[in-house]
């Protein structure tokens, strides 16, 4: 599809603004969608959901005036959406924006959708048995993850890595995916990306010092108490959703319910909201730094950076 976009916009490829939280990847896609006449395009797990927008750090109602964003508010809280999803999702909007002529930019800090992009990942050869998933779901009910996460690493110890323990959904939907097919992650991936990518690709992710890093992310959180973060986690702990909806896992909103039962104190429940939010960017970086041809941009350099160079 290298002449499709080419032919169309111009550019060779699509460029996809990538990093960790916090990092400034908002601002950074705006002003390259504006300097290339593009359209962005999120590629975030949790601003698909709607009703969602100050604890996931949606781009607010002037910057989308600024520029058009897409993927964004997709689903409610109460729906599955997986990667596969997703992809079906980007796939449409990008052909409905090369219809137009227009340079789709991606900008997003979900890892696995950045990955399938990047790799044209297919799904079609890896169908989980839902039937088994829901059977891992019962035995977490009963025994927790501790025994579903080692096994989960039996199967595969590379999962180590990139599964963290307490991402319950994940570890089940993992395990019962290597269950169903008897095959290892790495195997899987290689099956999926046999093609090659749909579209041609150029990622860039903002690199900045890690105590700066982290000095953001305390700064954002204190920005979405001020923007109404609470008045958000207080909705979506009143729809009542079940514990392992993707959703109600959102860092940002579940780090809050304590407060909002009246289980621990605000500040409490602010401070882990924090931390758990620099243990995110740090697992951000880490898989970011796993994947090949990304172009790490210095946080010093972002105002003079020419990602039209790469395109």
Known sequence: MTDQVKEKTGYRSIPIICGPTASGKTGFSIHVARALGGEICCCDSMQIYRHLSVGTAKPTEEEKKQVPHHLIDLVEPDTPFHVAAYLEAAYGKIEELLSRGVLPVFCGGTGQYVQALQKGFSFDEAPVDRTIEQKLWEEFETDGIEPLYSRLLELDPECGEK????????????????????????????????????????????????????????????????????????????????????????????????????????????????????????????WFRHMDGINWIPSDELGNYNVEAYL
């Open 163 to 286: 599964i963290h323990k307490n991402n319950t959904k994940r570890v089940i939907h993992t395990l019962a995916l290597l269950m169903t097919v008897s095959k290892t992650t790495r195997e899987i991936r290689e099956d999926s990306t046999k093609e090659g990518p749909r579209y041609p690709f150029t990622l860039f992710a903002i690199d900045w010092p890690r105590e700066e890093l982290y000095r953001r992310i305390n700064m954002r959180v204190d920005v979405m108490l001020e923007e109404g973060i609470l008045d958000e986690a207080g909705w979506l702990l009143e729809q009542n959703l079940p514990d392992n909806c993707t959703a109600m896992q959102a860092i940002g909103y579940k780090e809050l319910f304590p407060y909002l039962k009246g289980e621990k104190s605000l500040k409490e429940c602010v401070d882990l909201l924090k931390q758990h939010s620099r243990n995110y960017a740090k697992r951000q970086l880490t």
